[in-house]
C-alpha cells in the first residue's frame, strides 16, 4: 500500500488539493482512500499562511521514481515555483509509505520526518490505525502520542 501525502498553503487550499488528486488519477495513480482535510499552523514559521493537508491511500505499483516524476510535473502543473525550503506553496506532494519499504539515497522512504508530523500522522491514523512504521518499528497511535501535546492539539480536522 503506499500513502502520498498532499499539502498546500496558497491559494484555494482545497480546490488545489483537489486538482492535484484528479491528476494523479490522470497519471494512472489509483486513490483507493482519501483522509479528511486537516489545517495546521505553517512550520518552520507560524506567521505564514496555515497549510491544508490530506493522506491519500493507493495500490498503484509504480516505481518510487516514476511516482517522483508524476508528483513534481503535477506541483509544476499547478504553479508550484522553485523556492526556498518550507516557504508557501500552491501544492506539495509526497510519499509518506510505500509497502513498508525502507528506500533511502535520492528518495527516502518512509519519509524522514513523518514521525514527527502532526499533519501526516493523524490522517493516516484517519486511513490505517494498525498502520507500523517500518524502520522504528512503532505503530501509528505510539507515534502520535509522542508527538508535543501542543502538535495534537493544534490540528484541525475541516
Not at 495513480?29 to 496555515?50: F, G
Not at 501526516?120 to 491514523?125: F, K, N
Amino acid at each position: 500500500m503506499l500513502y502520498i501525502g498532499i499539502g498546500s498553503n496558497l491559494g484555494n487550499r482545497i480546490n488545489n488539493i483537489e486538482k492535484a488528486k484528479y491528476l494523479l488519477n490522470l497519471n494512472g495513480v489509483n486513490i483507493i482512500k482519501s483522509s479528511s482535510y486537516y489545517e495546521t499552523l505553517s512550520w518552520p514559521d507560524s506567521s505564514k499562511p496555515k497549510f491544508i493537508n490530506i493522506i491519500l491511500q493507493s495500490d498503484t505499483k509504480f516505481s518510487p521514481k516514476k511516482f517522483l516524476k508524476i508528483f513534481k510535473s503535477i506541483e509544476k502543473k499547478l504553479g508550484r515555483k522553485k523556492s526556498k525550503k518550507n516557504s508557501p506553496r500552491i501544492c506539495d506532494i509526497d510519499i509518506i509509505s510505500y509497502s513498508q519499504r525502507i528506500i533511502s539515497g535520492n528518495i527516502t522512504i518512509p519519509h524522514k520526518r513523518m514521525h514527527k508530523r502532526n499533519f501526516v500522522l493523524i490522517p493516516l491514523y484517519e486511513l490505517n490505525k494498525t498502520w507500523q512504521h517500518p524502520k522504528m518499528k512503532k505503530n501509528i497511535k505510539k507515534l502520535i502520542f509522542s508527538l508535543p501535546i501542543k502538535d495534537i492539539t493544534s490540528i484541525k480536522q475541516i
